[in-house]
């Protein structure tokens, strides 16, 4: 094998649309640093998912916790997701999805960032992992091993 084949087999992969699940969290920011890279390296689109996670989800249906409140403050953190899309020319959309329902069991952050990776056509994955300094864990934290092990896209875990 010559060196230009072994060159040419490592761009065998083709990557359109990156997706990136978000949480608001510093691990999850780190995690778009690392999409926005790949979606750069490969002229891939980004896409972004901000995660709603459960206490949220249950306080809105409660309406304990006010609607407009967490929709203000999940589009400033993808704000700050597409302003650094935007500093590396990638282009990105956004959106928010709750990762849990109070009506299906089977809902929940791993299976809601799989629905969304199809619905975009999302070629490749990074997901954050590590785990935060705090004793609550963090959205996608809960859904990184769901996420590793059921899809069918490349993952990239941070």
């Known amino acids: ?11 065998a992969l083709s990557v359109e649309r990156v997706l990136v699940p978000v949480d608001g969290s510093d691990e999850s920011m780190q995690a778009v640093e690392y ?5 750069d390296r490969y002229d891939a689109a980004l896409s972004a998912v901000y995660v709603v996670g459960e206490d949220v989800v249950r306080g809105l249906e409660s309406g304990e916790i006010d609607e407009d409140d967490v929709a203000e403050d999940n589009r400033a953190y993808l704000e700050s ?3 650094m899309a ?8 956004t959106t928010i999805a709750f990762g849990f329902s109070t009506r299906r069991k089977t809902q929940h952050p791993g299976s809601v960032i799989l629905d969304v990776a199809d619905e975009v056509s999302a070629d490749f994955l990074v997901i954050p992992r590590e785990p935060n300094a705090d004793d609550e864990p963090d959205v996608l ?9 059921y899809a069918s896209q490349p993952v990239l875990s941070v």
């Open 35 to 39: 999409a926005v890279a790949v979606a």
């Open 1 to 11: 094998m010559n060196t230009e084949q072994t060159a040419g087999d490592a761009d």
């Open 86 to 93: 935007a500093d590396a020319d990638v282009p990105a959309d």
């Open 141 to 149: 934290e809960k859904a990184a091993e769901y996420t590793l092990l």
């Open 81 to 83: 997701v597409a302003d």
